[in-house]
C-alpha cells in the first residue's frame, strides 16, 4: 500500500491519510488495468485527487476472495456471537474517526457538514443495531409427526454484490454492510464514481476491526464496467442496490443470468398532503425539510405538494418564506449552511433543464431555479418552486433530484388520494392534517413502502424502509433488513418411520 495513499487536508483544516487502491482481501491494490476516478469538490470545481478504479479483472479478483472468505473458517465457523463483536469494534473505530469521515464526505459530496456529522451518527446506530442481531439470527422446529423431527436453518445467502449512491454514500454504505455481515455473508461493494473517497478511509476500519480477509471488498467504479460486471457476474449470489429506476431496471435484467437474489431502493416522486384543517406552519416547514435537505438529492424527497384549495394560497405564502429564511445556501463547512452545492456538473445541469421546461411547459416559476455560485464556482442552485403545474408536466411526473418543488392544489380527500397514487414511483409519502381519523384513513390508501402523519422523511434505523411499485423491492433496516441477507433451509430427522 505504500504508494496507494495520499495526505490531504481538508478545507475545514483537518488532515488525513486517505487510502487510494481497490480494497481486495485486506490489501489496497492497483487496479488491474490502470483505470482511475478523479474526485472533483462540487464546492469549487476543484480536484481533490485521484482514486484507482476497478475492471471487470478486479472485480473477478474481489468476487473471488469474497468466496474464498465465505468458505474459510476463519469467517464460516465463527460464532454469531463473533460477529457481532467485530462488528462492535468495527462501530466504535467509525465512532472515534467520525470527524474525519465526516469531513471527507462533506468534500467529496458537498452536503453541509453537520448533515455529514448526522449521517456518521446513524452510520453508527446502524451497525451496532445489527451488530445486536448477529447471535440472534436462527431457525425453529416444526411439530409434523411423531416420526419426524424438522427444524429450519437461518444461513447466509453468499458472496452479496452491494452498489450504493453518491447522495448519503456512507450512510448507504451501513444499511448493507450491516445485516449482510450480522448474517455471515461476505461482500464485494461497488460506490457511486461521484464520491469514491469516504468508502476507502473506512476500509482502513475493516481491517483494525478484525474481518478476516475478503469478508469485505471495496471495488470503486464506474457503472458501465464495475457495476455491470457485478450484475452479471456469475460468482455472486446476491445484488443489493440503491440508485435510479432505470439503473435499477438494467441491475434487475442482467442479474436474471443466474437468478440472483435482488434487492433494489430506486427513485421517487413522493407526494406531500396538506389537508384543509393542517397547521400550515409546521405543514410547511416539514415540507421544506422534506424537499429541500440534502440539496433535494433525497430519493424519498416529498416533491410533491398537494395542498387543499381552502388553504393553498397561504400555503404557498408560507412555504416560500420558510424557504427564504431557511435555506442558506453557500460554504457546506459553513456552520449556518443549510444547503451545498449539487454534487456534481451533470445534475446541477440537470436540475436547470428541469427548470427550462417547467417554464416553456407554462408553470410559474415562483422562487429560485437560477445558478448561486460561490466566489463565481461550484454547482450552486438556489432552491426551486413551481406553482402553477399540471399533472402532465414534466416537472410534476419525473424525479429530478435537487432543491425543486411544484405545488398543486386539490378539492377533495378522493381526489388528494388519486392525485397522489397517479405516479409509477411508490417510495414515500407524507399527510399533513389535525384529523387522525383522516390522516389514518389517507395513509393505507396511498400506494407507498412509507407514510408520514404530519412529519415528512422520517428515518430510524430500526424502522423497514423501502417502497413499491418503480421504487423498488424489498426492504432495508429493523429485523425486515435481515430477510434480505439470510435464506432458509428445512432439515427433516427421521425418527424411526419404515417404508
Excluded at 384549495?309 to 463547512?333: A, H, M, W
Excluded at 409509477?424 to 412509507?450: C, F, N, P, Q, S
Aim: some cysteine.
Amino acid at each position: 500500500m505504500s504508494n496507494l495513499k495520499v495526505d490531504l487536508t481538508a478545507p475545514n483544516g483537518k488532515k488525513f491519510t486517505l487510502p487510494t487502491g481497490l480494497f481486495i482481501n485486506n490489501e489496497f491494490v492497483k487496479s488491474s488495468q490502470n483505470l482511475k476516478i478523479t474526485s472533483i469538490n462540487p464546492t469549487n470545481e476543484q480536484e481533490i485527487c485521484t482514486v484507482e478504479a476497478a475492471s471487470s479483472e478486479d472485480i473477478d479478483r474481489a468476487v473471488a476472495a469474497a468466496r474464498a472468505a465465505l468458505n474459510h473458517e476463519s469467517w464460516r465457523d465463527i460464532t454469531g456471537t463473533e460477529r457481532g463483536r467485530m462488528m462492535f469494534k468495527f462501530a466504535d473505530l467509525i465512532e472515534q474517526e467520525k470527524e474525519i469521515l465526516a469531513t471527507i464526505e462533506t468534500w467529496d459530496n458537498g452536503k453541509p457538514f453537520s448533515s455529514s456529522m448526522g449521517d456518521l451518527e446513524s452510520v453508527i446506530e446502524t451497525i451496532r443495531y445489527y451488530a445486536g442481531y448477529a447471535d440472534k439470527i436462527h431457525g425453529e422446529t416444526i411439530p409434523t409427526i411423531s416420526q419426524k423431527f424438522v427444524y429450519t436453518l437461518k444461513q447466509p445467502i453468499g458472496v452479496c454484490a452491494q452498489i450504493i449512491p453518491w447522495n448519503y454514500p456512507l450512510g448507504m454504505a451501513s444499511w448493507k454492510l450491516g445485516p449482510a455481515l450480522s448474517c455471515g455473508n461476505t461482500i464485494v461493494m461497488k460506490p457511486a464514481e461521484q464520491t469514491p473517497l469516504s468508502i476507502l478511509y473506512l476500509a482502513n476500519l475493516i481491517v483494525k476491526a478484525g474481518f478476516p480477509p475478503g469478508v469485505v471488498n471495496i471495488t470503486n467504479g464506474y457503472g458501465r464496467d464495475a457495476g455491470h460486471t457485478l450484475a452479471s457476474h456469475l460468482g455472486v449470489d446476491k445484488i443489493a442496490f440503491t440508485g435510479s429506476t432505470g439503473t435499477g431496471k438494467q441491475i434487475m435484467k442482467t442479474a436474471s443470468i443466474n437468478m440472483k437474489n435482488i434487492t433494489l431502493e430506486t427513485g421517487g416522486k413522493s407526494p406531500l398532503l396538506v389537508f384543509g384543517d393542517a397547521d400550515i406552519e409546521q405543514a410547511a416547514k416539514w415540507a421544506h425539510g422534506g424537499i429541500m435537505s440534502n440539496m433535494g438529492q433525497i430519493c424519498t424527497a416529498t416533491s410533491r405538494l398537494l395542498v387543499q384549495d381552502t388553504v393553498y394560497e397561504k400555503f404557498v405564502n408560507v412555504f416560500r418564506e420558510v424557504v427564504k429564511t431557511t435555506s442558506k445556501v453557500g460554504d457546506p463547512f459553513a456552520e449556518d449552511t443549510f444547503q451545498g452545492p449539487q454534487v456534481t456538473k451533470s445534475q446541477y445541469d440537470r436540475i436547470l433543464d428541469f427548470v427550462e421546461s417547467g417554464k416553456t411547459e407554462g408553470a410559474t416559476l415562483t422562487a429560485g431555479g437560477i445558478p448561486c455560485p460561490l466566489n463565481g464556482k461550484g454547482y450552486f442552485i438556489e432552491p426551486t418552486i413551481f406553482t402553477n403545474v399540471k399533472e402532465n408536466m414534466k416537472i410534476y411526473r419525473e424525479e429530478v433530484f435537487g432543491p425543486f418543488v411544484v405545488i398543486v392544489p386539490f378539492k377533495t380527500e378522493k381526489e388528494a388520494i388519486a392525485m397522489a397514487n397517479d405516479t409509477t414511483y411508490g417510495l414515500g409519502a407524507a399527510v399533513h392534517t389535525k384529523d387522525i381519523e383522516l390522516a389514518h384513513r389517507v395513509a393505507a390508501r396511498i400506494e407507498a413502502g412509507m407514510v408520514w402523519i404530519n412529519s415528512s422523511n422520517d428515518s430510524d434505523f430500526r424502522v423497514p424502509f423501502g417502497g413499491v411499485k418503480q421504487s423498488g423491492i424489498g426492504r432495508e433496516l429493523g429485523e425486515a433488513g435481515l430477510a434480505a441477507y439470510t435464506q432458509t433451509k428445512a432439515i427433516y430427522v427421521n425418527l424411526g418411520q419404515k417404508i
